[in-house]
């Protein structure tokens, strides 16, 4: 009957049930969201209905990007949504500041252009999308450099950071956060923030468990929300490397998912959700968003299943970043500052 109330399909989850993290802010967001990245396999018109079609089932939360391209399509589905009686403080929309528009005079005015296209006056998260400032061309080659690539710049950085903290400041968005970061790039951006990241966006699967990083953001009060949770099973064949591994197939993965009578994917779901990082899961299909979103109100995985996901790590990247390498002769490990520090220019 509440989920009726609700307006949540009867086999959908009510959404007050789904498991919320606690923010440095005191604030709650979902703990798992729906991911808006159609790639090239998907138009805005379904990623947008997807949208609208998970919120049914009872997700309240969405990571957008302006660089997806589709947040006006989706800027549709949100006001459905709100229309259809789900209270704006019950919603929590991620959205990007793309790498060309980190100069400051450029960040406002592109949260502006978010919150216009996704018909919001605030947004719950802002995020830096990369640490690199570089334009690229959407859907380009990773073998694509830019001319005007640029290593990370510590003070550049902060330029942009101060403009996200304005937009706090100005009501836009309630939280800012980082995407793609290390170690020591965040050490100092702690120590140089006015306001400090709430969330940061990083590539986490079973494959790729990032212990020291997750461990990290934890220890310093920031949320981890986990991108391509499901280790991107379909991301386009340019971005894949004859090294990388697949989750999906991991024994350990498909024998929990033959005990729990469900995809593999959704063990990845489960196992990150209670792990304790925010997957955002993408998909258009309605069995597979409600299938991820029900996993997260069932019975938790043993402790002896998670131990053994836990020993799955294959330090295995798949979103490596080449585009974004500066100059001739690195290998795109340099992106990720593998000695421990910054990467030098
Ligand atoms: N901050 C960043 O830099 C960054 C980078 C990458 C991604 N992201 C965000 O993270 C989101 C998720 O990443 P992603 O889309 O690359 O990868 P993903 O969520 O790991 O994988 C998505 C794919 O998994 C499959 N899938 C999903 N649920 C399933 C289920 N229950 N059963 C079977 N298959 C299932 C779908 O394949 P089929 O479509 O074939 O069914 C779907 O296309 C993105 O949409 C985006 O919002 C952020």
Redesign the pocket.
Known sequence: MEKQELGIAPDGVDPKKVPQRVLCTGAKIPAIGL???G?D?FTGEQVAEAVLGAAAVGYRHF???SV?GNERLIGHSLRAILNGGVRRGDLWVTS?LWNDKHGEKDVIPSCEKSLKDLQLDYLDGY?V??PFPNYHAPGCDVASRSPDAKPYIHENYMKTWRQMEKLVDRGLVRHIGT??MTVPKLRRVLRDARIKPAVN?M?L?PHFQQPALFRFVVDNGIQPIG?????????PDRDKTETDTVDLQDPVIVRIAKRLNV?P??V??KWAVQRGQIP??????R???L??LRCTVSDPLTDAEMKEIEGIDRNCRL?KGQVFLWKDGQGWEDLWDPGGEITPP
Do not use: M, Q
């Open positions: 991911g808006t990245f790639s396999r990571d957008c990007a997806y990007k995020l999308h990369w995407s793609n966006e590539e699967h991108f391509c949770p499901i280790g991107s099973p379909t991301r995809h994917a959704v990845c779901v955002i899961p993408f998909s258009v299909y069995h597979e968003y299938s991820n979103i």
